[in-house]
């Protein structure tokens, strides 16, 4: 099994629109968790950190499910510049210096 | 301006051929990172650092080969390097905050795509 797991999509969703998409993880013992924003062939950059339950930013959520062990990040009224592939990435559980990756998942937000 | 810089950006070479791609970051940080992006497997980390002399395998690491002599470079080697190495590659640094309850946020390079025939 993956560490990391996400639905490659890609979510094609209208300008508005509220979405979300799931990370599930492998090790239950997982403490922080990440979601990264890549565009197209560019470098990822840090969307939000979750350490605890979960975390808000402007139109952005990311809420953990521990039980469940997924991460989701909610994204409300979407906007044409978020059309891009969004990472989660989550520490290895017995090494914090080692990053696992999920293969992303694709939003395309149209008008 | 605080950034990661790779070089080169893009690099065609054939099997066998020794190359280094150079990661330098001005931010002072501790940890540096190497990770390949393919379709469909998203980023794996290579080799990770977490300073000067400090070096540890990733996920990925067969076929390459790094160093960290000094703090704000972290260069990738393939010394022969195969068409399987065919990848974009991506550096990355953090100060690196080691707790059970949060890690740093890593910040990227721009990326090297790497063909190897």
């Known amino acids: 099994r993956k560490e990391v797991e996400q639905d490659p999509g890609p979510f094609n969703v209208p300008e508005g629109a509220t979405v979300a998409f799931n990370c599930t993880y492998s090790?239950?013992?997982?403490?922080?968790f990440f979601w990264y924003r890549q565009d197209c062939r560019k470098e990822p950059k840090l969307l939000m950190s979750?350490?605890?339950s979960g975390n808000e930013d402007g139109r952005f959520t990311a809420q953990l499910n521990r039980a469940s062990q997924y991460i989701s990040l909610l994204i409300r009224d979407s906007k044409l510049s978020d059309s891009a592939t969004y990472l989660c990435?989550?520490?290895?559980?017995?090494?914090?210096?080692?990053?696992?990756f999920g293969s992303g998942t694709k939003l395309n937000v149209k008008p | 301006e605080a950034q990661v810089t790779q070089n080169p950006r893009y690099l065609i070479t054939v099997t066998g051929k020794k190359l280094t791609v150079t990661c330098s970051q001005n931010?002072?940080?501790?940890?540096m990172s190497w990770y390949r992006q393919d379709p469909g497997l998203g980023l794996r980390q290579i080799y990770y650092?977490?300073?000067?002399?400090?070096?540890d395998k990733g996920d990925v690491p067969e076929g390459y080969k790094v160093s960290r002599k000094e703090k704000r470079n972290f260069p990738l080697i393939l010394e022969s390097p195969s068409p399987n190495q065919t990848s974009l590659y991506f550096c990355?640094?953090?100060?690196?905050?080691?707790?059970?309850?949060?890690?740093?946020?890593?910040?990227f390079g721009p990326g090297t795509r790497l063909t190897v025939l």
């Open positions: 990355a640094s953090s100060s690196r905050t080691l707790t059970l309850a949060g890690t740093d946020t890593q910040y």
């Open positions: 090790n239950s013992a997982s403490q922080s």
């Open positions: 979750v350490y605890s």
């Open positions: 990435a989550v520490p290895d559980k017995y090494n914090f210096n080692k990053f696992y």
């Open positions: 931010m002072n940080h501790e940890y």
């Open positions: 650092s977490m300073n000067v002399e400090v070096t």
